[in-house]
C-alpha cells in the first residue's frame, strides 16, 4: 500500500506519515525501480501505535525506545514506558482537577457573598499554587533503584530506621484484618512486604511505587500483585476504588506539606468508608530535634488532618520514633 492509501486508512495526513519516517519511527521498504514506499501490515500496526501512544502524550524520543523494546519483544520495558507515561497523565490530570475546584471555590464565594474579594483570590490562587509545586518539587533523592536488590536483607536486621519492622507489618495487619476480596493499596510497597501479608489474608492488592527496581522485586516475590509506578502525590488510580490504604517506612520522606497533600491523596482514592493506616517514623511534638535531612511526620499535625476531615485515629508507639497510625471514617 501507498503512503495516501495507509494515510486514509489510519485517518491522518501523508505529510504526518512522512513526518514519523523522518524521526526514525517508520522504515518502509522502497521499490527499487522508483523508490517509492511501500507500507505493509507491519508499518500500519506501527503506525497506529505511533498515533496511540502520541495521544496519549508520550514525546517522540519515548515513543521510539519503546518501539525498539517492542520490536525485541521486551514487553517488560515497554510497560515501564506506558506505565511512566500514565503517572505523568495523573499528574496533570491532578493539576487539572485542582484548577477546576479552585475555579468552583470561586464561583461558591460570588453567590454567598455576590462579589469576589481580592483577599479570597488571592488565598486561593496561592493554595492551588502551592499544591501543584508540592506535586512538581517531589523527587527520588535516595536512588531506590540502587536499593532494591539489598532491600530485604537491610530490613531483616531489625537495626536503625528498620528497627522493629517485622512488628509494625504485623500490628498493621491486625488492624486492618482485611475481609476476603476487600480491595487494599499498598504505598511505597518496596518490595510488597507488607502487601504480601494482607494478600495472604485475603485481600486483593495493588502496589504503588516510584521505583521500577522495587516493583520488580515486587512481582517477583508477589506475582499476583498488582504494581503500578507511582508516588504519594500522584497515585495512578481514579477516585474510589479501595476499601484500604497502608503504607510502612515511606511516608517520612515526603515535606511536611507533602505528607497532607499525600493524605489528601489516599482519600481520594478511597472509597467513602475506607481505611488508612501508616508506620512510619514520627515525631510526638512540633519542633522536633531533626536527625537526618528528612522531615518526619508529626503526629499533632497528622491528628488535625484526620480529625477536619471526620477520622476517628487509633496509635500506637513501638519505640522511641516507629508509630502506628490508624484512622478510619466516622461519617
Not at 128 to 151: G, I, P, V, Y
Not at 285 to 312: K, T
Request: hydrophobic letters at 35%.
Amino acid at each position: 500500500m501507498q503512503i495516501k492509501e495507509i494515510a486514509n486508512k489510519l485517518n491522518i495526513s501523508p505529510r504526518a506519515v512522512r513526518f514519523y519516517e523522518e524521526k526514525g519511527l517508520l522504515s518502509p521498504a522502497k521499490q527499487e525501480n522508483n523508490q517509492y514506499r511501500t507500507f505493509v501490515e507491519k508499518d500500519v500496526w506501527r503506525l497506529q501505535t505511533i498515533i496511540s501512544l502520541r495521544e496519549a502524550g508520550m514525546p517522540l524520543t519515548d515513543i521510539k525506545k519503546a518501539l525498539d523494546e517492542i520490536d525485541e519483544t521486551n514487553h517488560e520495558q515497554l510497560q515501564y514506558y506506558l506505565e511512566l507515561q500514565r503517572t505523568v497523565m495523573m499528574s496533570q490530570w491532578l493539576e487539572i482537577k485542582q484548577v477546576i475546584e479552585t475555579t468552583d471555590h470561586m464561583i461558591a464565594l460570588l453567590k454567598t457573598k455576590n462579589t469576589l474579594p481580592l483577599e479570597d483570590i488571592y488565598q486561593l490562587a496561592e493554595a492551588s499554587k502551592l499544591l501543584r509545586e508540592q506535586r512538581k518539587n517531589w523527587k527520588d533523592k535516595w536512588n531506590f533503584d540502587q536499593q532494591a536488590s539489598t532491600h530485604d536483607e537491610r530490613v531483616s536486621t531489625n537495626t536503625g530506621n528498620y528497627s522493629d519492622y517485622e512488628q509494625a507489618l504485623a500490628l498493621i495487619v491486625k488492624w486492618v484484618s482485611p475481609i476476603q476480596g476487600e480491595q487494599g493499596l499498598d504505598i511505597g510497597a518496596g518490595t510488597g512486604n507488607l502487601a504480601g501479608r494482607l494478600i495472604e489474608l485475603g485481600a486483593s492488592m495493588s502496589a504503588v511505587d516510584q521505583s521500577r527496581e522495587m516493583l520488580r522485586q515486587c512481582q517477583r516475590k508477589h506475582p499476583d500483585l498488582e504494581t503500578k509506578l507511582g508516588n504519594f502525590l500522584a497515585l495512578p488510580y481514579l477516585g474510589g476504588q479501595f476499601d484500604f490504604v497502608v503504607s510502612s517506612f515511606a511516608f517520612h520522606h515526603l515535606t511536611t506539606e507533602q505528607q497532607l497533600l499525600a493524605l489528601e491523596e489516599m482519600r481520594r482514592v478511597l472509597k467513602p468508608r475506607g481505611r488508612i493506616c501508616l508506620a512510619d517514623l514520627m515525631h510526638t511534638a512540633h519542633d522536633p530535634i531533626q536527625e537526618n535531612s528528612e522531615e518526619y511526620p508529626i503526629m499533632p499535625v497528622l491528628h488535625r488532618w484526620f480529625e477536619e476531615n471526620g477520622y476517628m485515629i487509633k496509635q500506637h508507639q513501638i519505640n522511641h520514633l516507629l508509630h502506628i497510625l490508624y484512622a478510619v471514617p466516622i461519617r
